[in-house]
């Protein structure tokens, strides 16, 4: 690669120099790349820093001591002692770059650069910086990011020539590794954190691509759903639900919760979902499409995933709504009747995905005016109190709990059903539930 082409990259060229004069390497654009992810440019003193600094003035007995940031076209101060940082400005705590010893050390390649005698040391005696600085003598270190980037230097100034032992060379280059350590370590927390927050919204953009954005409306029932994430939750979760229009009068809704977490589930949860938008248009009977969907998963299996789900067919009446209801390995629907009494429906059924042969029962129900029918998945039901310091145990929301919310919920429409339910549960975990939490309810409004 020639001189030119790799200066037009921005790449260091050993031995070369800018235009003006300095080494290529401060204008390596991996080097300065890794000098900007540190995020210590133009920050104020730190006691981390500082000290690593006092530290090394006092091994050495100097009276200066910079922990100093390189980047294109300056030396920035992290620390500075021997100068008054308290009475120095932002603005004054770095210097052009080509104005101190610096660049020795970034176009070293990770060397240190020791200076006993600076004006009488010929790479340095006729340097500006000598008699403007006031250096009688120089040793400085390098800063290296995790990746071998010189970030800049851990150095020691001497008025005076100074006779360096090996032994404050050696105090010297441990403590800028230490500082190194320090840098890269606080790089290594920023990049994991972005890393997190990203990981979480295209995690949750998966979560609500998986999920209905708004229910179908259906001729004379409310409807409502809600989707409780886990706190802190960064991992897709294999909880949905659905609700949709079959064939002719007749409409469908699902709840479901997949084993696992992660891409996988979320791949599982996904068949699920199609697999019963597409069986639903030839199957009336909840366990015909469920066993249908058994056979789908069976065949396309993801690892040891599996999923429970209960599952409804109904139509609107002059009544209300009349349907049957299908669970497999999950918890059972409840109803609320208009007086404020509650009922299970369904009967227990096998896991879907695991064995090829399944036991599922279609229930009946309807429901009347003033009648809820409530979906939920077990993040409801197992949802835990958050610790504190003077906890003990940390009970469940129990099903009974759940229960005895839903049969309190007099008067409300669907989406007030949802919405009081999961107040309820963020009230008794703390708002820092372990799991996820998906609740759906249909209601037929009461007559006027």
């Known amino acids: 690669m020639g001189a030119r082409r790799r200066l037009s990259e921005g790449l260091a060229i050993p031995g070369e120099t800018r235009l003006d004069g300095l080494p290529t390497a401060l204008s390596d654009r991996r080097r300065l790349a890794a000098v900007e992810a540190t995020g210590l440019l133009d920050t104020g003193p730190e006691a981390a820093f500082d000290d690593l600094a006092q530290l090394a003035a006092s091994v050495t007995g100097c009276a200066r001591a910079f922990i100093t940031l390189v980047d294109e076209r300056r030396s920035f101060w992290k620390s500075c002692i021997g100068v008054d940082a308290g009475e120095v400005a932002m603005a004054e705590r770095q210097n052009p770059v080509g104005e101190g010893f610096c660049p020795f050390v970034v176009s070293g390649h990770g060397e240190p650069f020791v200076v006993a005698d600076a004006a009488a040391d010929a790479r340095t005696s006729s340097h500006p910086a000598v008699t403007r600085m006031k250096i009688g003598a120089w040793a400085g270190y390098p800063i290296v990011a995790a990746g071998g980037e010189v970030l800049g230097t851990m150095s020691v100034v001497d008025e005076n020539p100074h006779a360096w032992q090996p032994e404050e060379l050696a105090e010297l280059a441990t403590i800028a590794r230490a500082a190194s350590n320090e840098i890269n370590l606080r790089t290594s927390l920023a990049i994991a954190q972005d890393a997190l927050e990203t990981a979480s919204t295209l995690a949750r953009s998966l979560q609500d691509s998986l999920l209905p954005p708004v229910l179908q409306k259906v ?230």
Not at 236 to 242: H, I, L, N, P, S
Request: charged letters at 20%.
């Open 219 to 448: 001729p004379g029932l409310e409807t409502a759903a809600s989707y409780l994430p886990a706190a802190g939750g960064s991992t897709v979760v294999g909880d949905f639900y659905d609700l949709f229009q079959a064939k002719g009068p007749w409409w469908c809704t699902v709840m479901g919760d997949v084993c696992g977490k992660g891409t996988e589930a979320a791949k599982v949860t996904a068949l699920a979902r199609y697999t019963l938008r597409a069986e639903a248009t030839q199957h009336k009977s909840p366990a015909s499409v469920l066993d249908h969907l058994n056979s789908a998963l069976m065949e396309q299996r993801q690892g040891e995933r599996f999923l429970t789900a209960v599952y409804a067919t109904f139509r609107t009446t002059a009544a209300g709504i009349a349907g049957r209801l299908c669970t497999a390995g999950h918890p059972p629907a409840l109803i609320r009747r208009a007086d404020g009494r509650i009922q299970e429906v369904g009967r227990s059924g096998s896991l879907l995905g695991i064995l090829a042969d399944v036991r599922l029962t279609d229930v009946p129900f309807r429901l009347a005016p003033g009648d809820a029918l409530l979906l939920y998945t077990d993040g409801a039901t197992e949802a835990r109190a958050r610790r504190t310091a003077s906890s003990g145990a940390r009970p469940q929301f129990g099903e009974d709990a759940l229960a005895a919310a839903f049969a309190g919920c007099r008067g409300m429409d669907a989406l007030g059903i949802v919405t009081h339910l999961g107040d309820l549960i963020s009230e008794h975990t703390g708002d820092w539930a372990s799991d996820d939490t998906a609740l759906l309810a249909l209601r037929v409004p009461p007559r006027p």
